[in-house]
């Protein structure tokens, strides 16, 4: 009999197997009760609201980068920075941090690594913010791995008490959690529009600008806005050229960095007083926490790159953290901030956010209906739709509208392509979520930091090919996966081992008769 992936993970059996490896004699069997349930969904929605607050500071410190501290392209090679150190990061530090301290702690503590990125906002310079955003990069892989392997392991948890399927509650809890997530860069942003917003004359149409800058007419203003933003935008461009570009004052920046420190802190709190240690769930676990940290987890992870799964599910990965940088930094400055203005960031990054946040709680009860592919062809084509849209639209202060719009839309896909990739990797690497997930990070971020390096540099109109290309090559890559599958449940294709398993503790890989 052929075994696939979903296969093994749907048989009562192998799930028992799978979260019941290793029977040691100094722990029993822990019986948890029918209540045991509340307090799983409790974990899930304390650690949800704690990356909410946590990343409201970060996302709305972020958003603002490419446009405030645009001098000498501070702001977007310090994000550059962020994602090049968190690649190393993913590399040779969640496994061993893990197991340390635990999931728990290892969120608390990488939590107070982006505090230093906060606070050199209030004196923003490349000696400052540089270091700090590596800062923030080296404690976001444990901390994003932690959270993965987290909500895995209570998934499996739930599935033992609920008798679930494992798979469905994973993605079930991580559209839970990114809900709270996403909503993160409703409050980032809402503060940050309020405060930007407060005292002094807002400059919301051309009028106002001429009003206030030394452009000679309307038609002059708006003309400088059709051909030097959108597409066209490079970056470079002073407020001289274009006052949508004028930054606002120091002090209203000092405010806001302030309100987000004071986030940081109350997320850690939430994490250190709200949350169970996993060792109530994971005593009869055997994990990849146990063994791999530093290079071998790196030789792990370049092992991964022989598998045909992992090879495959590498560029949508990277599809991921492109498309999240670009948002971030080209989308604020070439669009928003050049065709509208500086202050009018967080209202719009504020519609991609709900947007975002409602998708993502809503994606995984759709995929139980509908299953991955149909939701990852609507993401798709709503998304080279919207790139497309990107190369022709010229945005001005005119017609408000598209600039929501195209926020709203991108954060609908966004949320797809979060809740079902990293399901996804749940589902093809189970009992190694460490490695997986570190894996998972590793590849984003690698988009992430490509893309914010070279935004400096190139027009924005190159960048959006870029990105269609790379996402015309990762949903091919998915279908592949998806195509592989099908042909394994039909019993088209023979197989000698046909998922990763655990055997005494080791990592088999997919190997597939040629």
């Known amino acids: ?297 790196l030789i792990v992870t370049l092992k991964h790159l022989f598998n045909p799964y992992q090879i495959l599910i590498l560029p949508i990965t990277m599809f991921i953290g492109a498309e999240q940088a670009f948002m971030a930094a080209d989308y604020n400055a070439s669009f928003v901030s050049c065709g509208w203005g500086i202050s009018n960031i967080g209202f719009v990054m504020i519609c991609f956010g709900v947007v975002n946040a409602l998708a993502a709680i809503f994606a995984g009860g759709i995929s139980k209906k509908t299953g991955r592919i149909p939701m990852v062809v609507f993401a798709f084509v709503v998304h080279v739709g919207l790139l497309i849209t990107l190369l022709i639209w010229k945005p001005t202060s005119d017609n408000k509208v598209p600039f929501f719009v195209v926020a709203g839309l991108w954060g609908l896909c966004d949320a797809v392509w979060l809740v079902q990739i990293n399901a996804l990797c749940g589902i093809l690497f189970p009992g190694k979520e460490e490695a997986a997930y570190s894996n998972f990070r590793l590849w984003e971020s690698t988009g992430s930091v490509i893309t914010y390096a070279y935004s400096p540099y190139l027009r924005t109109n190159v960048k959006i090919y870029l990105l269609i290309g790379l996402l015309v090559i990762g949903v091919s890559g998915y279908s592949a996966i998806e195509l592989i599958e099908r042909k394994v449940k039909r019993g088209n294709l023979d197989t000698t081992k046909t998922n990763f398993e655990l055997v005494n503790g080791k990592l088999k890989s997919l190997e597939l008769n040629e």
């Open 1 to 297: 009999m052929v075994y696939t992936i979903s296969d093994k993970l749907n048989e009562p059996e192998e799930m028992s197997k799978h979260f019941q490896r290793v029977k040691t004699t100094d722990t029993d069997d822990e019986n948890f009760q029918p209540a045991e349930k509340w307090r799983i969904w409790r974990n899930v929605l304390v650690l949800g609201f704690a990356f909410m607050i946590h990343f409201t500071a970060f996302w709305g410190a972020s958003n603002l980068q490419s446009s405030v501290n645009a001098d000498e392209s501070l702001g977007t090679l310090t994000l550059a920075a962020i994602y090049g150190s968190l690649i190393l990061s993913n590399i040779f530090l969640p496994t061993i941090v893990i197991k340390w301290f635990g999931c728990k702690w290892t969120i608390a503590l990488a939590i107070l690594t982006y505090i230093p990125f906060i606070a050199s906002q209030f004196h923003p310079r490349f000696y400052t913010m540089i270091p700090s955003g590596l800062f923030v990069g080296f404690g976001g892989g444990p901390l994003w791995c932690a959270k993965c392997t987290y909500l895995s392991i209570i998934a499996e948890a739930y599935s033992q008490i609920s008798g679930e399927s494992a798979e469905l509650l994973v993605t079930r809890f991580f559209g839970v959690f990114f809900m709270f997530y996403q909503f993160s860069q409703v409050w980032g942003n809402l503060i940050s529009s309020a405060v930007l917003s407060s005292g002094g004359k807002i400059l919301t149409n051309v009028t106002d600008v001429v009003e206030s800058t030394a452009c000679l007419s309307i038609s002059s203003c708006k003309q400088n806005t059709e051909e030097l933003c959108g597409a066209n935008f490079y970056p470079g461009i002073t407020n001289d050229v274009n006052p949508n570009l004028d930054p606002p004052p120091p002090e209203k920046i000092q405010l806001i960095s302030g309100i987000y420190l004071a986030c940081m802190v109350i997320a850690c709190l939430c994490v250190v007083f709200g949350v169970d240690s996993l060792n109530r769930y994971k005593k009869n676990r055997a994990g990849s926490s146990t063994g791999l940290s530093g290079l071998k987890l």
